[in-house]
């Protein structure tokens, strides 16, 4: 069964397998990168609007196995929607859960090796375009940004904080680390002190123009952007959530199995470089009495950017970043 004939999604030429919900990246390159054996199993740990499990499930042969995790239930919602008849085949399974939590989501199926992981990391532009989710600076909404939320018991951090509790209890001094560390914006100790000084902030435009206050008019585009992300990261644990998937993909996957990762952002590119070369996030190689190195996976060519022609369809691309290494 190819796309055209699932529900859910937009006849885009330019985009296959985008739907209303999302647009996936890289899409071709992706699964090119994933598939090492058409009758495998395969993990997509960032399941979103189920994009690129349409492209996966339409590469693989009928005897694979796909398992489509997200943490957001709306996520789950629309990709059941759409891959009905791949669940009801049983070629592929939707799980709620975070992929930090990959082993523990999977041993219960019966599933111990996989013959790869896709991790397309970030939001997608479902959850940024729902003003109610909070996630973007240009639409009024609750300072939210919880991809997953506690009313639901999946094991996946029942505590997640929303980013207006994390704003509005936090301190000056550890606001401003979040936004240096989780944002990297050089702004962020003027930008704390004002959004301390405006507490207490409930929605996302009270918010920027607090941060638009504290920055010159010609970096307010750029901080903007960092300090949601940052509070984005920060409120989901995305860092610490994708160096347990890295970790939990090392375990999980067969030898000449494969990691494709999309990033969006520098740190968590930086994170997947150096996991794909030592298999920890310090990036050295440790190496044998003989020199060889004993890293678990070994990167596959070079990091792939979308061409101009995807960024011009799709200009949520523009920043992607996508790495495959295979496990040793
Ligand atoms: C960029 S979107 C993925 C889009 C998807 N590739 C597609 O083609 O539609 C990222 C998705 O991953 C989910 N997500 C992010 N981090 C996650 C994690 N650690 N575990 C599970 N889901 C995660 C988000 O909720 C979001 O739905």
Same mark, same amino acid.
């Given at each position: 069964?190819?796309?055209?004939?699932?529900?859910?999604?937009?006849?885009?030429?330019?985009?296959?397998?985008?739907?209303?919900?999302?647009?996936?990246?890289?899409?071709?390159?992706?699964?090119?990168?994933?598939?090492?054996?058409?009758?495998?199993?395969?993990?997509?740990?960032?399941?979103?609007?189920?994009?690129?499990?349409?492209?996966?499930?339409?590469?693989?042969?009928?005897?694979?196995?796909?398992?489509?995790?997200?943490?957001?239930?709306?996520?789950?919602?629309?990709?059941?929607?759409?891959?009905?008849?791949?669940?009801?085949?049983?070629?592929?399974?939707?799980?709620?859960?975070?992929?930090?939590?990959?082993?523990?989501?999977?041993?219960?199926?019966?599933?111990?090796?996989?013959?790869?992981?896709?991790?397309?990391?970030?939001?997608?532009?479902?959850?940024?375009?729902?003003?109610?989710?909070?996630?973007?600076?240009?639409?009024?909404?609750?300072?939210?940004?919880?991809?997953?939320?506690?009313?639901?018991?999946?094991?996946?951090?029942?505590?997640?904080?929303?980013?207006?509790?994390?704003?509005?209890?936090?301190?000056?001094?550890?606001?401003? =680390?979040? %936004?240096?560390?989780?944002?990297?914006?050089? !702004?962020?100790?003027?930008?704390? +002190? #004002?959004? @301390? *000084? /405006?507490? &207490?902030?409930?929605?996302?435009?009270?918010?920027?123009?607090?941060?638009?206050?504290?920055?010159?008019?010609?970096?307010?585009?750029?901080?903007?952007?960092?300090?949601?992300?940052?509070?984005?990261?920060?409120?989901?644990?995305?860092?610490?959530?994708?160096?347990?998937?890295?970790?939990?993909?090392?375990?999980?996957?067969?030898?000449?199995?494969?990691?494709?990762?999309?990033?969006?952002?520098?740190?968590?590119?930086?994170?997947?470089?150096?996991?794909?070369?030592?298999?920890?996030?310090?990036?050295?190689?440790?190496?044998?009495?003989?020199? =060889?190195? %004993?890293?678990?996976?070994?990167?596959?060519? !070079?990091?792939?950017?979308?061409? +101009? #022609?995807? @960024? *011009? /369809?799709? &200009?949520?691309?523009?920043?992607?970043?996508?790495?495959?290494?295979?496990?040793?």
């Amino acid at each position: 069964m190819t796309d055209a004939s699932r529900g859910g999604q937009r006849a885009d030429g330019e985009l296959p397998y985008a739907s209303d919900y999302h647009a996936p990246v890289l899409c071709k390159t992706a699964v090119d990168g994933l598939v090492a054996d058409s009758g495998g199993v395969y993990v997509d740990g960032t399941l979103g609007g189920g994009g690129h499990t349409a492209a996966l499930l339409d590469r693989l042969d009928d005897n694979a196995t796909v398992f489509g995790i997200d943490r957001d239930d709306e996520a789950i919602a629309f990709a059941s929607r759409r891959l009905d008849r791949d669940i009801k085949s049983g070629r592929l399974r939707i799980v709620r859960g975070n992929a930090a939590n990959l082993v523990e989501l999977l041993t219960p199926l019966g599933v111990s090796r996989i013959d790869g992981l896709l991790m397309d990391l970030g939001v997608s532009s479902h959850q940024l375009d729902s003003p109610g989710r909070g996630f973007s600076h240009s639409r009024e909404g609750v300072l939210d940004m919880r991809m997953h939320r506690a009313e639901h018991d999946s094991g996946d951090d029942p505590d997640l904080t929303s980013a207006g509790d994390l704003i509005n209890a936090s301190t000056e001094r550890a606001l401003s =680390n979040l %936004l240096r560390m989780f944002g990297e914006e050089p !702004r962020a100790r003027r930008i704390a +002190a #004002a959004i @301390v *000084a /405006a507490r &207490p902030l409930h929605t996302t435009t009270e918010l920027a123009d607090v941060v638009r206050g504290a920055v010159p008019r010609t970096d307010e585009a750029k901080s903007l952007a960092r300090v949601f992300q940052a509070l984005r990261v920060a409120v989901n644990r995305e860092l610490e959530s994708l160096e347990a998937a890295l970790a939990a993909a090392t375990d999980l996957t067969r030898p000449g199995g494969r990691l494709v990762m999309i990033a969006y952002h520098s740190l968590e590119d930086r994170i997947v470089k150096r996991y794909m070369r030592s298999g920890d996030t310090t990036g050295v190689v440790r190496r044998d009495l003989y020199g =060889n190195a %004993l890293a678990p996976w070994r990167p596959l060519g !070079r990091v792939v950017k979308p061409d +101009a #022609a995807e @960024v *011009a /369809a799709n &200009p949520r691309a523009r920043s992607a970043r996508l790495r495959v290494a295979e496990r040793t």
